[in-house]
């Protein structure tokens, strides 16, 4: 298995990670927000803690529930005062979701929820196997979303457009977590030789 750049449970790597990482640990840790979502089981998804954020990236934050009108509530009672606050609850696919946004010092935040644990919810899933795209790959790999996201494009369409993915690119990677490391290498292999 191809080894994760960081430990994701905790949000202590990004103390010794690029200008942004730093700047979004002490902010994290200025609002104690792990901490305060303790109970939801909070990780720290997307692009900042794999490098490949643009300036408008938000911090990301997913969150496990057993009850949607309680964690609207909680998030509700503990960021409702933040700037530009909003919070939805939807069902999507015949689940529950409840996210909410808000700006603190800068940064703007996603918390998003649902009754999944968070290790198997798709945005963790999309964050590693991009972060083991990444680790095979190398800087130039970086560079290169980067430079795709920078044209509009979203984090896993440009995944998709980097690696000649076929289909929903979304759909794609989630099989691609699946995947053993040979399997990754020898698609990489393939597909990616412009990137590298």
Known sequence: MIKPSHDFSSIDYLKN?????RSAFEVLHDLKII???????????????????LPASDL???CEFHDAVTFREFLIEKYGQ?????????????TERVVANFNYRGWMFEIFGQPIPTTQQNGYRHMIIE????????????????????SGLKTEPAFGK???????????LLEMYEWNTEQLE?????????VV
């Open 35 to 53: 901490t305060t979502l303790a109970s939801f089981k909070p990780l720290l998804v997307g692009t900042i803690p794999i490098e490949i954020d």
């Open 60 to 62: 990301d934050i997913i």
């Open 186 to 194: 020898g698609y990489l292999r393939a597909n990616s030789a412009d």
């Open 162 to 172: 980097m690696l000649k993915l076929k289909g929903d690119p979304y759909s794609a």
């Open 82 to 94: 933040y700037e530009n606050f909003d919070v939805r609850h939807k069902v999507v696919e015949r």
């Open 131 to 150: 972060d083991r795209i990444l680790n095979l790959l190398g800087s130039k790999a970086k560079r290169s979303i980067i430079q795709i996201k920078g």
């Open 17 to 21: 990670g690029n200008v942004r990482q």
